[in-house]
């Protein structure tokens, strides 16, 4: 395996819409209702990669992962307004290309967000996964994350049941 981690620029916008859209409508075909899967399309995910890399929250990272120049994976933390985090740093997305997943680049992914959480002073982090997404939800707790709270995301598209899982000290997501 010949994987890089770098930090993602905004000439990567594209680039990771299309890598977050192609793995979202796969892994949320049977999860999420037709109207969210419509909706949430490339061009949605275009604009709000764009969005994000031009205006960055509060200790953001967009971690991209390569395999010989080549997009395989993204990650992205950052401060979180969500009071169902209890002030942990949130990790807001982690997508792993279809044909790249089980290679340990999820794990990459997000061991580099928790190192970059604790240069920033951070040393919590809580991400959140929609019931019967089972893969991620593994992951997660394999790499010492534990379930905290259940909730509804009030989105305007799709309310999906979600679990709330956290890191209360990274040093084992570290590693």
Do not use: C
Request: a neutral charge; zero cysteines; charged letters at 25%.
């Amino acid at each position: 395996m010949s994987l890089t981690l770098r930090p993602g620029s905004p000439a990567d916008a594209d680039a990771v819409a299309a890598l977050h859209n192609r793995v979202w409508q796969v892994a949320f075909a049977k999860l999420a209702p037709p109207e969210a899967l419509a909706k949430l399309d490339l061009a949605s995910r275009q604009a709000k990669w764009r969005r994000l890399f031009a205006q960055p929250a509060a200790d953001q990272l967009v971690l991209l992962a390569e395999d010989g120049g080549q997009l395989v994976g993204m990650a992205a933390t950052g401060a979180s307004d969500d009071p169902a985090f209890g002030g942990r740093a949130e990790i807001h997305s982690v997508y792993v290309d279809l044909g790249q997943q089980g290679r340990g680049i999820g794990e990459m992914l997000l061991r580099g967000l928790a190192r970059h959480l604790r240069a920033v002073g951070r040393d919590a982090a809580a991400l959140d996964v929609v019931e019967g997404n089972d893969r991620a939800a593994r992951l997660y707790q394999r790499l010492g994350a534990r379930e905290i709270a259940r909730t509804i995301d009030a989105g305007p598209i799709w309310k999906s049941k979600n679990i709330i899982y956290a890191w209360d000290g990274l040093d084992g997501l570290i590693g």
